[in-house]
T-cell receptor, first 115, second 114 residues
């Protein structure tokens, strides 16, 4: 089955700096890659996603890049703010043969933005 | 409703006790997923429903875990004879259709088995 590795597990940055989180996946048939933010005591919330026919997507301070050849994708947050502090998860979802449409998650990155 | 809701939010069970966790998906959403999230880890897939049909239960860790969605809306995850290793947050997610779309997650039920 699919395996998703996520790095780093913790990341501490100064407010205003950029943060980058990287993920690799194993199943070349995977073609949908969402990123979720999870705050304490809450469920994961989608912040951005990318499909395999696109190499990069941006939404204000957040961007995601995808390299299908290398099977890795990254989350970039610019001009970080204290409210960006949370745990971030990458995930992948398989192609048409994945009847369940389930997501396979990485292990998470705890981002701390210091004021 | 505005989003996916789950109840109870917290559950403490004694080892060996049966528990039932409820998920109310977004109204009209066809597909529903259950995930288990251990402390400090990412969610792991348990099972998937399309309407009332359970199409994938490959992630259920043992036969003590059972899920149902009899009318294609509300779903219940039941754990029989709970064990300490069942302690985790149980997340429910739904999508409007059946293909790749945003999965909307509920707040989860935190289960602690003593």
């Amino acid at each position: 089955g699919e395996n998703v590795e996520q790095h780093p597990s913790t990341l501490s940055v100064q407010e205003g700096d950029s943060a980058v989180i990287k993920c690799t996946y194993s199943d070349s048939a995977s073609n949908y890659f969402p990123w979720y933010k999870q705050e304490l005591g809450k469920g994961p919330q989608l912040i951005i996603d990318i499909r395999s026919n696109v190499g990069e997507k941006k939404d204000q301070r957040i961007a995601v890049t995808l390299n299908k050849t290398a099977k890795h994708f990254s989350l970039h947050i610019t001009e970080t703010q204290p409210e960006d502090s949370a745990v971030y998860f990458c995930a992948s979802q398989g192609g048409p043969n994945n009847a369940g449409n389930m997501l396979t998650f990485g292990g998470g990155t705890r981002l701390m933005v210091k004021p | 409703g505005a989003g996916v809701s789950q109840s109870p939010r917290y559950k403490v069970a004694k080892r060996g006790q049966d528990v039932a966790l409820r998920c109310d998906p977004i109204s009209g959403h066809v597909s529903l997923f259950w995930y288990q999230q251990a402390l400090g880890q990412g969610p792991e897939f348990l099972t998937y429903f399309q309407n009332e049909a359970q199409l994938d239960k490959s992630g259920l860790p043992s036969d003590r875990f059972f899920a149902e969605r009899p009318e294609g809306s509300v779903s219940t995850l039941k754990i029989q004879r709970t064990q300490q290793e069942d302690s985790a947050v149980y997340l429910c997610a739904s999508i409007a259709g059946t293909r790749q779309e945003t999965q909307y997650f509920g707040p989860g039920t935190r289960l602690l088995v003593l």
